[in-house]
T-cell receptor, first 109, second 115 residues
């Protein structure tokens, strides 16, 4: 099993819909989790950090399920501008980030 | 702060040539990371430094790759000799610390093409 796994997608979603995708991790001791957004031909940028059960920022909600070892990212009322690749990152036992391969999201008008 | 600064943004070189990528981390960040991203392999950590000291270079693919950090504000990643399979986007990132400060801030990347 990979340390951090994501469904590569693409997720094709109509504008205005709600979409959610998960990231599973293997290090049960991880205390912090990160969702990054990467636009085409750009660098990854931090979207949300999760340190406890979850975090919410506007239309974006990240939730942590420790028992099943996954974090989810929920996007409500999706916009065309939400189209991007969403990368999950989880620190390993040495606190270095282990990256998922990313989930590609395409919002269609 | 201007963020992490990388140069050049694009590099096209011939196989066998030496390539040097440069990075200026965010001031005050103790950690610097070099990543490589390709469609096939995603984002791969090549090497990282803590306070200018290389900590883990297990991700460096071959001896053709080397990285240095002579001071807190500058790092280089060198490929000599370059090969077509080295074509990728190389990102430099910096981080303020460990634990809850593990989040990384990325530069805009260097898109390397080796022909």
């Amino acid at each position: 099993r990979k340390e951090v796994e994501q469904d590569p997608g693409p997720f094709n979603v109509p504008e205005g819909a709600t979409v959610a995708f998960n990231c599973t991790y293997s290090n049960s001791a991880s205390q912090s989790f990160f969702w990054y957004r990467q636009d085409c031909r750009k660098e990854p940028k931090l979207l949300m950090s999760v340190y406890s059960s979850g975090n919410e920022d506007g239309r974006f909600t990240a939730q942590l399920n420790r028992a099943s070892q996954y974090i989810s990212l929920l996007i409500r009322d999706s916009k065309l501008s939400d189209s991007a690749t969403y990368l999950c990152a989880v620190p390993d036992s040495n606190y270095q980030l282990i990256w998922g391969a990313g989930t590609k999201l395409i919002i269609k008008p | 702060d201007a963020g992490v600064i990388q140069s050049p943004r694009h590099e096209v070189t011939e196989m066998g040539q030496e390539v040097t990528l440069r990075c200026k981390p965010i001031s005050g960040h103790d950690y610097l990371f070099w990543y490589r991203q390709t469609m096939m392999r995603g984002l791969e950590l090549l090497i990282y430094f803590n306070n200018n000291v290389p900590i883990d270079d297990s991700g460096m693919p071959e001896d053709r790759f080397s990285a240095k950090m002579p001071n807190a504000s500058f790092s280089t990643l060198k490929i000599q000799p370059s090969e077509p399979r080295d074509s990728a986007v190389y990102f430099c990132a910096s981080s303020p610390g460990q634990g809850s400060n593990t989040e990384a801030f990325f530069g805009q990347g260097t898109r390397l093409t080796v022909v």
